[in-house]
Every structure is written in C-alpha cells, then in structure tokens.
Nanobody, 117 residues
Framework: QVQLVESGGGLVQAGGSLRLSCTASGRTNSIYLMGWFRQAPGKEREFVGRIYWNSGDTDYADSVKGRFTISRDNAKSTEYLEMNNLKPEDTAVYYC??????????WGQGTQVTVSS
C-alpha cells in the first residue's frame, strides 16, 4: 500500500502563487509517475499535470501550461506543484496521484486551493 499526504493549499489572491507538496510513504518502490488532478465544485475531476518518476519528464493540461510546474525529490518520494499567476478558475480541491509500474493508482486526500478575485 501507498499513502499520499498533500500539503500547501490555502487562500490566495488572483495573480498570487502557491506550492503544493505530496509525500508518498509505504511501498514506494517502482513509482512510474506522480501527478496532480483537481476538482472544482459541481465539476468532474480533471487532469492538471504529471511527472514521470525516472526521467523527470512532465506534461500539463493546456489550462495550466506556462503557469504551473511539477517537480520531484526522488529521495523524499515527494512531488511538488508550483502554481503561479493563479486565477479564480484554479479554485478547486487538488489531489495528488501516484501510479506504480504495474498500473495501480493511489490518491491523496486532497487539499483546497481558493483563489479570490
């Protein structure tokens, strides 16, 4: 089993920045990728971005490209989501996800990000 704990959410004004962290514990061997999703009230959960654990390659949803950056610290089994130039439409619960090489996906509990206009 893998446990994921997110931190760093909060309230920020439009144009501001936040950094989210997600630390994995438990059986953290064979990580294929870690990623971020978000879910706004009344909407479906959507993909934000991901990082491939071995290569460090990243890709992002078009809505956050150029504003959000994902990085990782392999030794700490931690990924980060740096969010800049935040917009009110970025308001959501942000979820961390981890996918193992064998295709199993784990989810964090979510952290609230609220961007005021």
């Amino acid at each position: 089993q893998v446990q994921l704990v997110e931190s760093g959410g909060g309230l920020v004004q439009a144009g501001g920045s936040l950094r989210l962290s997600c630390t994995a514990s438990g059986r953290t061997n064979s990580i294929y990728l870690m990623g971020w999703f978000r879910q706004a009230p009344g909407k479906e959960r959507e993909f934000v971005g991901r990082i491939y654990w071995n290569s460090g390659d990243t890709d992002y949803a078009d809505s956050v490209k150029g504003r959000f950056t994902i990085s990782r610290d392999n030794a700490k089994s931690t990924e980060y989501l740096e969010m800049n130039n935040l917009k009110p439409e970025d308001t959501a619960v942000y979820y961390c996800a981890l996918e193992k090489m064998i295709g199993i996906r784990y989810w964090g509990q979510g952290t609230q990000v609220t961007v005021s206009s």
